[in-house]
């Protein structure tokens, strides 16, 4: 212990001299002091934190220096505004687990030409109720492999395509002025190998070359592909490619991501450094792409590992030095346990919710909600000051998720449920409403993965009536189970899948672009027409956000289980101050009753909040086929 505080201090003075000598540093200045709190506050964790990454180096307390006064210099050329943000968050540090949070995301170019196009856009934002804006990848990237935006070759450059980094700063104050958080991803496990980073390290250049894992023969990558599993077979065979003159670079993904080597603290220091430059452009919140795979070991899985941890809490504690007010959301989709471990306060504060998002569709699919239903009781509740991001689908696949020991537990094989899902979201199978399209599908291990739109995979095309009941019905577990719902925009009127996406250059091989169609004109101009399947959609989901927004019981992610004894009804409750709102949600295609004594623990009366209609317990509850009733209840 005594030892630990002697690194420390001795790693603080350093600091503080490095600091000391440092030119453009303004000590009178009331800003700078905010620093020095700041510093004091959060120095010791950092501390910590780096020794543990990088302490066996000899130029561990240097690499720190350098961090702190790159954190000091990004704090000063931070614009006032932000910090005037910083300090209002400080006093509201749960700002974002309010029940008026509501999440929208998008491609700036599919779904608004530009980031003009975005701005012009705002008046539909509010009108929906946005407070949330997550524009997908839109910094420089290479034509036509892009991976849709996420093999970045300069994160201080937007894609021409879409504007220039002033216009980004300008939307993200437009956006701040309208009470919308604006959201990018940060693809931090690897870059393009046409960032200058990888350029160079192409050339040979050491200091470069170690900002990757490269290695000039397959002696080591053989031995890290014993124990790594190939993330995209289709692309590459392994975790490394070949490079011209011999050598073999990691790439995780596509041939042309090359991942980073966080071992090198001179890599965590640039990506620091690229990180907060986002913060001062307005960037309220990062999605930290691809957390799993951030650290490698030799020997191990190279995911989930507990450097990775590390790693983002460092990140986490640089950012409270100098962009106090960013926060992070992590994308893990893995086992959900390991889902729920980079879900902390000190570590990404917001997190995808994939195992309900995968669940809900399962449900829809069964009829069934027992694995929905356990879910909620064993993995929905997080730590205080965090919150799900909940989501009935992104812009990337569904995969299923959920741990083949919580399956077995009711009976359920996960293998041959995870074929079956997928056979019925494809199409496939007997009865299926789904219109689905594989992505990834590997005839060798039986694995696949599901395209699509909401609208599609709920059977629009084919039959709009119970289409229609099936999208409300999903958003509406989405919308009260706790956390910020997430639309994916064009799904609130049904835009259907885009199956000309192969025709596009570079989306041939990669299905996912079917479900990132261009902007739905003609359904929009459909949302106010309730005789519509795009109206009563839009409908629907603008009673749910406007009800949501005015439930207090619905802020925050605290959920209590509720069992209906009906397999196909799911429940729960969100409890308030005073009373509870019960949750009651039919995913059976066919009428379900709930006896008076399910509802024992509960005096008769209740509210139906979605309609304003008083109703009775004393005689049950009777559901209609994807009927969901939001009930504020006081319990006895």
């Avoid at 997550?134 to 492999?145: I, R, S, V």
């Avoid at 994939?354 to 829809?364: F, G, N, Y």
């Avoid at 999208?471 to 509406?476: D, F, G, K, P, V």
């Avoid at 009733?629 to 319990?635: A, D, H, I, N």
Wanted: with cysteine.
């Amino acid at each position: 212990m005594r030892e630990t505080v002697d690194v420390e201090e001795a790693a603080r003075q350093h600091v503080l001299s490095v600091l000391g000598a440092a030119d453009g540093i303004q000590p009178a200045d009331p800003d700078w002091q905010d620093f020095e709190r700041r510093l004091d506050a959060h120095f010791p964790a950092l501390c910590r934190l780096f020794h543990s990454l990088y302490g066996t180096r000899q130029d561990w307390q240097d690499q720190l220096g350098a961090l702190v006064l790159q954190c000091a210099r990004s704090w000063q050329e931070r614009p006032a505004g932000l910090k005037a943000l910083d300090a209002e968050r400080e006093g509201d540090s749960n700002w974002f687990q309010s029940n008026r949070m509501l999440g929208g995301v998008c491609y700036v170019d599919r779904y608004a030409a530009s980031l003009d196009g975005v701005r012009d856009r705002i008046p539909y934002f509010k009108e929906l109720g946005l407070t949330y804006l997550h524009l997908m990848p839109l910094f420089l990237a290479p034509e036509p492999f892009s991976d849709g935006g996420y093999a970045v070759s300069s994160y201080r450059e937007v894609n021409p395509r879409l504007g220039t980094m002033e216009q980004l700063r300008a939307l993200a104050s437009e956006l701040r002025e309208n009470g919308i958080s604006l959201v990018v991803d940060f693809i931090f496990n690897h870059t393009s190998n046409e960032h200058h980073w990888a350029r160079r390290a192409a050339e040979g250049d050491p200091e470069y070359s170690d900002y990757f894992w490269i290695y000039p023969d397959r002696t080591m990558p053989d031995a890290f592909e014993q124990t790594v599993r190939e993330i995209f077979p289709d692309d590459h065979a392994g975790s490394f490619v070949p490079l011209p003159d011999g050598r073999w670079v990691w790439a995780t993904f596509h041939t042309y991501q090359w991942d980073l080597n966080y071992a090198n603290p001179a890599v965590f220091r640039a990506m620091a450094g690229e990180m907060l430059f986002l913060a001062n452009q307005g960037v309220d919140i990062l999605r930290m792409d691809a957390v799993a795979f951030i650290w490698k070991q030799l020997g191990t899985p190279c995911e989930n590992l507990p450097e990775a941890h590390l790693l983002l809490r460092a990140f986490n504690a640089v950012c409270r030095l100098a962009a106090p007010s960013l926060l992070f959301k992590s994308e893990a989709i893995v086992h959900p346990d390991e889902v729920a471990l980079y879900i902390d306060p000190a570590e990404c504060q917001l997190s995808y919710n994939p195992l309900q998002m995968a669940l809900i569709w399962e449900s829809l699919a069964t009829r069934n909600v027992s694995l929905l239903s356990q879910a909620l009781e064993r993995r929905h509740n997080i730590p205080a000051g965090t919150s799900w991001v909940n989501y009935v689908r992104s812009h990337d696949d569904i995969g299923w998720t959920f741990a083949d020991e919580d399956a077995a537990e009711l009976g359920i094989n996960g293998y041959d449920h995870r074929r079956f899902l997928n056979a019925f979201y494809v199409n496939r199978h007997p009865g299926s409403f789904a219109q689905g399209v594989p992505f990834q599908d590997n005839p060798r291990t039986g694995d696949c993965r599901i395209s699509g739109t909401t609208a599609s995979l709920c059977g629009l095309e084919d039959d709009p009536d119970h289409a229609v009941g099936r999208i409300l019905l999903a958003h509406s577990v989405a919308f009260s189970t706790g956390g910020i719902p997430l639309l994916y925009l064009g799904d609130e009127v049904g835009q259907l899948n885009d199956y000309q996406y192969a025709m596009e250059d570079g989306h041939e091989a990669d299905s996912r672009w079917v479900h990132r169609p261009h902007y739905p004109a003609e359904q929009y101009a459909r949302r106010n027409d309730p005789s519509t399947p795009e109206g009563a959609i839009f409908a629907g989901l603008r009673k749910m956000i406007t009800v949501r927004a005015g439930t207090p019981e619905l802020a925050g992610t605290r959920l209590v289980d509720f069992h209906t004894n009906a397999p196909g009804v799911l429940g729960y409750q969100r409890p308030g101050e005073d009373s509870t709102v019960l949750v009651l949600a039919n995913f059976s295609d066919g009428q379900q009753h709930l006896p008076a004594v399910t509802f024992s623990a509960f005096p008769a009366a209740a509210v139906e909040l979605l309609t304003d209609a008083p109703l009775s317990l004393a005689e049950g509850i009777t559901l209609a086929p994807h009927q969901y009733l939001w009930l504020r209840v006081t319990p006895a």
